[in-house]
């Protein structure tokens, strides 16, 4: 039995069998992969530039753990996390900011993690859906997504969990959004409206919306 | 993307100082220019992070306004109690651009600098006289459903993208900059931007090596402030026209007001034309649709975007018509 890395969600874990042998080389070659920059392998990020690409030591917090990376200068955040330390949770959909599917928590707050630079992070925490469940113990939001299938192929299902985690901290700290009537208003009532102008920029082309919604106000204790 | 050597600067001095040299760039927020340099639109060989610099808080100033540094997050400056309060069209405007992930990474100096979305800029295989000069306009005779009906020359018909920036426009806020010798300017935000004219490709009135530290907001206009964003989709879409208005009225009768728009022009544009046509009007449909004449005086289309025009007016017909009701 292949020990599981906490990192990796269940369906992504490495399926070859595993020896003692294998153990000490995927240790070694993880050790290797994680110190050269291997931005080269991320489709569409890199061209055959004459240049030397610039090396960039990186230590960032991920789902609680440290990790020390020397990378590529131009390496992404997503890159990073997909490429270099195989969280292939945060799915790459444009990866020019306009889907969402990208979406990582860093220091809690939600950006796009194809719209920034790893190096931009040293020394800061990021979420990623892989940190999410305790265990077996789903996140509120990952459990309310599968309780009303707020996805149908799941591409950016990730995305949209941590967008949604990220949307209900913003609401709790009463930030408004553009159909928030009244500006001066400290609360934030969560209406259909407020969640959908706030979810804006996860798409998911299977139109899961309307269950994404639902999933959404379950999670964050709204009346439905 | 292009290779390119990453720093850290330590103070804002040295970030200018460190950007003088052609291909030098300040990296902030990155939502823009890490798009661009993905296409090799952009093509920075060195780039200068700012980001740990104290340039993040918004302060309170001794005449009333609001300090804004230049690092302070799009969803952080909407979100400021003072800024939904008194300056309620700055917080509207600021919710209507982008996404919630993006405002959360965007900076106040990084949406005043943003590049403009034209199709052709963004396509490196078209001619485009803002990327590469003397190459042509694809845009004129192209897909331009989008671009600029005002300001706009035969060499560049793009459009400033930012909604925030038509705020800050109709507020009258300072640009304050600093060089790498510590020299400081305030630059009004109407000289901020230029438009294309011959040149394109200059966008700014900042120097090599000048860089945006903060913006003030002037103490707010007396009046209503609103602002009205047309675009195609309901969220997370560009402006076609938008609108930021301070109208202060009573019993009808107009005494000043304020208009900014975006979606139209190279810059955010305001018409103190319109503003003049407005100030001691009564307020009614005469009055309203001799404010828009006044906006739209030099209004010339280029085919796509020829619907902009009555757009404009039914926009500005619209709001100011919300605004002065009662």
């Given at each position: 039995m292949a020990e599981q890395d906490p990192h990796i969600a269940p369906d992504e874990q490495p399926t070859f069998e595993v020896t003692r042998r294998t153990v000490i080389e995927t240790g070694t070659t993880a050790l290797l992969l994680t110190a050269l920059p291997r931005a080269a392998f991320a489709a569409s990020t890199v061209d055959d530039d004459?240049?030397?690409?610039?090396?960039?030591?990186?230590?960032?917090?991920?789902?609680?753990?440290?990790?020390?990376?020397?990378?590529?200068?131009?390496?992404?955040?997503?890159?990073?996390?997909?490429?270099?330390?195989?969280?292939?949770?945060?799915?790459?959909?444009?990866?020019?900011?306009?889907?969402?599917a990208c979406t990582v928590l860093i220091e809690g707050r939600r950006i796009n993690s194809c719209l920034t630079l790893a190096v931009m992070h040293d020394g800061q925490s990021v979420t990623t859906v892989e940190g999410l469940a305790l265990g077996d113990d789903l996140h509120p939001v990952q459990a309310a997504f599968v309780e009303h299938d707020g996805f149908q192929c799941g591409y950016c299902t990730s995305g949209q969990i941590c967008s949604a985690i990220g949307m209900l901290a913003e609401s709790q700290l009463g930030m408004p959004s553009y159909v928030t009537e009244d500006l001066a208003q400290v609360a934030v009532e969560l209406t259909d409206a407020e969640i959908r102008?706030?979810?804006?920029?996860?798409?998911?082309?299977?139109?899961?919306?309307p269950n994404i919604v639902a999933a959404i106000k379950q999670a964050g204790g709204i009346p439905t | 993307m292009k290779a390119f050597t990453y720093q850290?600067?330590?103070?804002?001095?040295?970030?200018?100082?460190?950007?003088?040299?052609?291909?030098?760039?300040?990296?902030?927020?990155?939502?823009?220019?890490?798009?661009?340099?993905?296409?090799?639109?952009?093509?920075?060989?060195?780039?200068?992070?700012?980001?740990?610099?104290?340039?993040?808080?918004?302060?309170?100033?001794?005449?009333?306004?609001?300090?804004?540094?230049?690092l302070v997050r799009n969803s952080d400056l909407a979100a400021d109690q003072r800024v939904r309060r008194r300056y309620g069209v700055l917080s509207r405007a600021l919710l209507a651009g982008a996404s919630a992930q993006l405002r959360n990474k965007a900076t106040t100096g990084g949406n005043l600098?943003?590049?403009?979305?034209?199709?052709?800029?963004?396509?490196?295989?078209?001619?485009?006289?803002?990327?590469?000069?003397?190459?042509?306009c694809a845009a004129l005779a192209g897909f331009n459903r989008i671009h600029a009906i005002l300001g706009a020359s035969e060499h560049c018909i793009a459009t400033h993208p930012s909604d925030m920036a038509v705020a800050m426009r109709a507020l009258d806020a300072k640009v304050e900059t600093v060089d790498g010798?510590?020299?400081?300017?305030?630059?009004?935000?109407e000289e901020l931007h230029r438009l294309p004219g011959k040149t394109p490709e200059i966008e700014t009135s900042l120097k090599p090596g000048e860089i945006i530290t903060s913006v003030t907001l002037p103490p707010p206009?007396?009046?209503?402030?609103?602002?009205?964003?047309?675009?195609?989709?309901?969220?997370?879409?560009?402006?076609?026209?938008?609108?930021?208005?301070?109208?202060?009225?009573?019993?009808?009768k107009i005494r000043s007001a304020r208009l900014a728009f975006g979606g139209l022009a190279p810059k955010p544009w305001r018409s103190p034309r319109a503003e003049q046509v407005l100030a001691g009007a009564s307020a009614n449909t005469t009055t309203f649709n001799a404010a828009a004449d006044a906006v739209l005086e030099s209004a010339r289309g280029f085919g796509g975007n020829d619907f902009k025009i009555p757009l404009t007016r039914r926009t500005l017909h619209s709001v100011l018509t919300e605004m002065t009701r009662a």
């Open positions: 004459a240049t030397l690409p610039a090396a960039a030591s990186v230590e960032l917090r991920i789902n609680g753990h440290l990790h020390s990376l020397t990378l590529d200068s131009r390496t992404t955040l997503l890159d990073a996390l997909r490429e270099h330390l195989a969280l292939t949770g945060s799915k790459k959909g444009c990866d020019h900011g306009q889907c969402g102008e706030r979810m804006s920029g996860n798409i998911c082309r299977c139109a899961a919306y | 850290r600067a330590e103070t804002a001095e040295h970030a200018a100082a460190a950007v003088v040299g052609p291909g030098a760039k300040i990296i902030a927020g990155g939502t823009n220019l890490l798009d661009l340099m993905k296409l090799q639109v952009e093509t920075p060989s060195k780039l200068v992070d700012i980001n740990r610099l104290s340039l993040d808080k918004i302060e309170d100033t001794a005449g009333g306004g609001l300090r804004i540094g230049t600098l943003q590049r403009t979305r034209c199709y052709y800029f963004y396509d490196v295989t078209k001619p485009c006289n803002k990327r590469s000069p003397g190459s042509g010798e510590g020299l400081i300017r305030i630059i009004p935000i206009p007396p009046g209503v402030q609103v602002y009205r964003k047309v675009r195609d989709r309901a969220s997370y879409a560009f402006a076609l026209v938008s609108v930021a208005a301070i109208v202060d009225s009573m019993h009808g």
